[in-house]
């Protein structure tokens, strides 16, 4: 989906792993998100303005099933369940935004990256050590930093003994400093 495009299908993502960002000023994006396996991305513009408010692009090869918004819809209007579980996920991503626009412009580098790599390790890859298949630049648009910052803050882990890194594979070798400096930003 590219933002502000029109807003005709719900993506429903069977394989892989895609980012949701939001295209910024002077091509900087923010990834608000990312989904695997089985979430649904559509966008805030269904019952608005049938726009995409976001964009949303593969990191890795995916499978998508793509969905008609009339269909979703249909649903909502005729299922009690699925609207109240879509309605509950509308409010967890609503809430996780919250939380990240906070963590964005309240905290230093140090805690923007190491709540990152926590994020990647619990929610996104789910073991340790990992094999990151989001690039530099999109740890940059999820910390809202440069990719030289980034690559600065990563190799001061390393050599803090916080993580080890061998090209993309990431391990965490303490989770609770890096909890820490993720808590005090």
């Not at 990992?130 to 530099?136: A, D, V």
């Amino acid at each position: 989906f590219k933002q502000q495009s029109p807003l005709t299908h719900v993506a429903c993502i069977t394989e892989g792993l895609i980012k949701l960002y939001i295209e910024g000023l002077n091509k900087r994006n923010l990834i608000l998100s990312f989904a695997k396996p089985v979430q649904m991305v559509g966008g805030p513009g269904i019952f608005v303005d049938y726009k995409h408010h976001f964009s949303v692009s593969a990191v890795e090869d995916s499978v998508i099933c793509l969905i008609d918004t009339k269909i979703i819809e249909e649903m909502i209007e005729k299922n009690h369940a699925f609207a109240c579980d879509l309605l509950k996920n509308t409010n967890i991503n609503s809430i996780s935004n919250f939380n990240k626009f906070i963590n964005l412009t309240q905290k230093q580098m140090n805690g923007r990256i190491a709540d990152a790599l926590i994020f990647l390790h619990e929610e996104i890859y789910c073991r340790n050590p990992f094999l990151m298949s989001i690039s530099r630049q999109d740890l940059a648009d999820l910390t809202a930093m440069s990719k030289e910052n980034v690559i600065r803050m990563l190799k001061k882990f390393k050599d803090q003994g916080l993580i080890r890194m061998e090209g993309n594979l990431v391990e965490i070798l303490d989770k609770k400093s890096l909890n820490r400096i993720g808590a005090t930003g």
